[in-house]
């Protein structure tokens, strides 16, 4: 006897994905309608428990398509979650200064204050790790450390999912930050530190509203470990529940979210709307930080490259304490859905 999926839980975060534009276009739900399978979304929630699981993935029959710190934080402490794919999508990643405090070259940054966020009340501070990622990646070109640089902490008391994310016309308006906070930028402009690290559309945006002066963008460095962070690669997980008791479910959300992809490479310019609705920003920005060819860049696989960068990046954040332990990235993968479609496109080519 099949085990019914009454319900199937997703969230993503506000950055170009697969599984975004396949929930925007409808597919995701209209290819669990024959099974009576509701589709909903987590992080809309009015239970604050299940907005976490986007963080912590304890939702079970869950799929998270998005920035992988709170998906390796979860594995490491436990969770029993598997990764059906990963997608390696460059983004900027900038360290950025104010043209009077004359930083003009990672060198320049030796001594000087860096702000780095620092938010005490949620369960995994995604947001200092990716820029002391993006701050120790930048310093290690020149021979520094970041014990080269005075780092000064900005104190967020909030939580990422404190309140429901809202939904305008199907669309999810994202808040990565509560309130739309960035403290670290604040103490910039007002000049109590000297550098700060912000990446994706919204800081491509915010650098030329507050006429910033980029130091380094790591996003474009040809070394691709040195690219590695938390949107490169993306993670696609679930837990093993769902895996292993409705596989036809985790087969079914790699189709949606590659079939997405599939229909991105050819649709440039609303592809380019979907991204832009999906990152809070507009399409000019998402070209700027996401690249003119955001929509080839949507490849959900095992590269090699991709599995290489994570299991860095999973080591980064063991090193830095960000999670207990560390983990072989092979070991955390299940490639049976991703290579059930594939078989299954081969066949009917």
Same mark, same amino acid.
Request: charged share 25%.
């Given at each position: 006897?099949?085990?019914?999926?009454? +319900?199937?839980?997703?969230?993503?975060?506000?950055?170009?994905?697969?599984?975004?534009?396949?929930?925007?276009?409808?597919?995701?739900?209209?290819?669990?309608?024959?099974?009576?399978?509701?589709?909903?979304?987590?992080?809309?929630?009015?239970?604050?428990?299940?907005?976490?699981?986007?963080?912590?993935?304890?939702?079970?029959?869950?799929?998270?398509?998005?920035?992988?710190?709170?998906?390796?934080?979860?594995?490491?402490?436990?969770?029993?979650?598997?990764?059906?794919?990963?997608?390696?999508?460059?983004?900027?990643? *900038?360290?950025?200064?104010?043209?009077?405090?004359?930083?003009?070259?990672?060198?320049? *940054?030796?001594?000087?204050?860096?702000?780095?966020?620092?938010?005490?009340?949620?369960?995994?501070?995604?947001?200092?790790?990716?820029?002391?990622?993006?701050?120790?990646?930048?310093?290690?070109?020149?021979?520094?450390?970041?014990?080269?640089?005075?780092?000064?902490?900005?104190?967020?008391?909030?939580?990422?999912?404190?309140?429901?994310?809202?939904?305008?016309?199907?669309?999810? +308006?994202?808040?990565?930050?509560?309130?739309?906070?960035?403290?670290?930028?604040?103490?910039?402009?007002?000049?109590?530190?000297?550098?700060?690290?912000?990446?994706?559309?919204?800081?491509?945006?915010?650098?030329?509203?507050?006429?910033?002066?980029?130091?380094?963008?790591?996003?474009?460095?040809?070394?691709?470990?040195?690219?590695?962070?938390?949107?490169?690669?993306?993670?696609?997980?679930?837990?093993?529940?769902?895996?292993?008791?409705?596989?036809?479910?985790?087969?079914?959300?790699?189709?949606?979210?590659?079939?997405?992809?599939?229909?991105?490479?050819?649709?440039?310019?609303?592809?380019?709307?979907?991204?832009?609705?999906?990152?809070?920003?507009?399409?000019?920005? +998402?070209?700027?930080?996401?690249?003119?060819?955001?929509?080839?860049?949507?490849?959900?696989?095992?590269?090699?490259?991709?599995?290489?960068?994570?299991?860095?990046?999973?080591?980064?954040?063991?090193?830095?304490?960000?999670?207990?332990?560390?983990?072989? +990235?092979?070991?955390?993968?299940?490639?049976?859905?991703?290579?059930?479609?594939?078989?299954?496109?081969?066949?009917?080519?």
């Amino acid at each position: 006897m099949a085990n019914n999926l009454d +319900v199937l839980w997703y969230t993503r975060c506000p950055v170009p994905t697969g599984l975004g534009i396949a929930l925007q276009k409808g597919w995701l739900e209209e290819s669990f309608s024959s099974s009576c399978t509701k589709i909903e979304s987590l992080r809309e929630s009015n239970d604050q428990s299940v907005r976490e699981s986007h963080f912590d993935h304890t939702l079970t029959n869950s799929v998270r398509h998005g920035g992988n710190i709170p998906a390796i934080w979860a594995h490491a402490i436990g969770r029993d979650t598997r990764v059906l794919g990963l997608s390696w999508a460059d983004e900027t990643q *900038l360290i950025l200064t104010l043209p009077q405090t004359g930083i003009r070259t990672v060198k320049d *940054l030796k001594g000087r204050k860096f702000g780095l966020p620092k938010w005490v009340n949620v369960q995994i501070d995604f947001t200092r790790a990716q820029a002391i990622r993006g701050l120790e990646n930048a310093l290690k070109l020149e021979g520094l450390a970041v014990s080269d640089v005075e780092i000064v902490d900005y104190t967020i008391g909030a939580g990422y999912s404190d309140t429901p994310a809202k939904s305008e016309s199907g669309n999810f +308006v994202f808040s990565g930050r509560s309130s739309g906070r960035n403290d670290e930028l604040v103490g910039l402009l007002r000049g109590e530190v000297d550098a700060i690290f912000l990446k994706g559309a919204s800081a491509a945006a915010l650098a030329n509203q507050f006429g910033l002066v980029t130091v380094i963008d790591t996003g474009i460095h040809p070394d691709p470990l040195i690219r590695a962070n938390n949107g490169t690669p993306r993670t696609l997980t679930v837990d093993r529940n769902l895996i292993e008791n409705h596989f036809d479910a985790a087969v079914r959300i790699v189709e949606q979210v590659l079939h997405a992809e599939e229909w991105a490479r050819s649709h440039p310019d609303e592809t380019r709307r979907f991204l832009a609705r999906e990152t809070n920003s507009s399409e000019y920005w +998402v070209s700027v930080a996401y690249g003119k060819d955001a929509h080839e860049r949507l490849r959900t696989d095992f590269s090699e490259q991709s599995i290489a960068g994570l299991q860095d990046f999973v080591n980064f954040l063991h090193r830095w304490s960000f999670i207990p332990k560390s983990f072989k +990235v092979d070991d955390w993968l299940d490639r049976r859905p991703l290579a059930e479609v594939l078989g299954s496109q081969a066949l009917a080519a």
